[in-house]
């Protein structure tokens, strides 16, 4: 086979891939194109907010939550039903304590914090869709944020004892700078209410609970709080959870972890009050301002 043949063949090829790659280029230009006349069209219209909203007001107990699908569209939810929403609800560690969940969905997705539920309601609005959820509910009987100030936090450094932090202000202040006290955070993009502080480096935070009643479940969450200040550093903090000097287990937060849950049983303790102790640990305390919330629960 000659020269020519091969630079022919070799030419063809190339014409080949250049045109399958145009016609793919061209394919998701049109895509896109027909995506960006279309969606407008998908989106829900002003007066389906108005009706969905309307739907759940008529239907809304006390005690219910209020969720959008896909989450991305919590902000617009919150524009129409924010006062169906108070801070401890839009804050809350998780949804277990509710046994009422109102979900108002669009493009088929389903929220979270519906699992498990029973489907007791539906109707379309528009784009919208509510759904009212119905599931068991956790008893919750005792919620350590509420009662943060009723804790002993310390300091403890190696050979060096355990120094306690009083309450100072607003807050439980140690030496070194590192202080507990309640805040509204954010951690993976998501508003939480939880207890902030700022673990030290070579030092162990301890905070105590010394009478805890206890029943089938402890149920903690912590996370990184502050999005920017995340980027900051790559430490990781470790949190020990112990009751009664026994360890149930840790929970670890990174930068890329988010708001991590736990849920440790609890039943050889249910009916009567322990001693729960939280430890908090890291090894670099540059850019990790520590988040955390627990609960004693049942069903």
Known sequence: MDKGSFIDRDLLRRRRISVVGTALVLGLALTETVNAVVAPSRAPSEADWTSAAAEVRAGFQPGDLIVAAPRWADPLLRLRLGDLLPRPVAGRMDSARYGRVWEIAQRGARAAETAG??????????????????????RVGFDFLAAWQGARLALVRPGQGEAPCPMVSDRLQCGGGAALRPELVEVDTTLRNALAVDPVEHATLVLDYAEVPLSSELAVAAGLHNVWLRKAGDGKVRMRVL?????????????????????????VFAGRAARVRFEIITDRARGRHFAFAAEARGL
């Open 117 to 138: 539920g029973v489907l007791r309601l539906t109707s379309r609005h528009g784009a919208l869709t509510v759904n009212l959820w119905e599931k068991p509910a956790a």
């Open 243 to 267: 009751v009664d000097d026994v360890e149930l287990g840790t929970l670890e937060a990174t930068s890329a972890s988010g708001w991590s849950l736990r849920r440790f049983d609890t039943a």
